[in-house]
């Protein structure tokens, strides 16, 4: 009998070496994130944490290749092709960025038809994830008519639709009250098993966090992946006292 292969690697959908960001020249300058490393198999589920100010959206804008680094390396190992990477990696905006004189459904289809996805498969794409962030009733709407949460989640909708394999959410519940909230995290683990996907959101929210399997910290513009203490495991949250029991959201 042959001795079993060693388990490979997960394959990494991004991996950054020893990134900053600063904006601005000379006296001006804002580090906005210090040389930070870290590692996002497929498959992993990671919510980074921390205070406004402390480089979550640079840095997510840097794993997405949306904002090149002042110094390190951001690679995408898993998402080697570079001509289709685009489609690849899901951008949830801290603000969604919905085009104004599109309408929701024009919106969430706008990525697709982008990339040439045959009409029939992309209207049913767009359907389903309409249904999934339960905007279905606002496809006709125009971004204006919306509430920030609204266009949050139609923003989330956009993302799904394209069906990445790197999904990095901004804050994306943000302007959702918690159960509009947690739904959405819902949605997004769902859609990210689904996909077999990377997941990486960025949250102020403690029950958000609490949902992924990994937390990171985000505290002046570094980044900390190594806190043990910190990762999620099977113990009760005894923090809040309105919290339903694990297992119990939808
Ligand atoms: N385009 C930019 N120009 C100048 N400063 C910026 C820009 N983007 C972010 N910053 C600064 O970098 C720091 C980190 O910002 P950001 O990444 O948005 O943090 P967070 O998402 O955690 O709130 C802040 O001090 C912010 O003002
Ligand atoms: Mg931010």
Redesign the pocket.
Known sequence: MSSPAPTPRPALAVSCEDVART??RGERA?V??HGSSCEVPFGSRIAIV??????????LHMMAGLETPTAGRVSWPGLPDVAERRGQIGVVF?SPSLVPALTVVENVALPLVLDGVPDAEAQERVTEALELVQVTELATQLPEELSGGQAQRVAVARVLASRPSLILA?EPTGQLDRANGQHLVEVLLATAEQLDAALVI?THDIEVADRLQERWR?HE?RLKTDEAGLKRTSVPRATHADTTTAGGQR
Do not use: E
């Open positions: 904006f601005g804002v906005a994130v921390g205070p406004s100010g402390s480089g979550k959206s640079t840095m801290q901004d960025s985000m513009g």
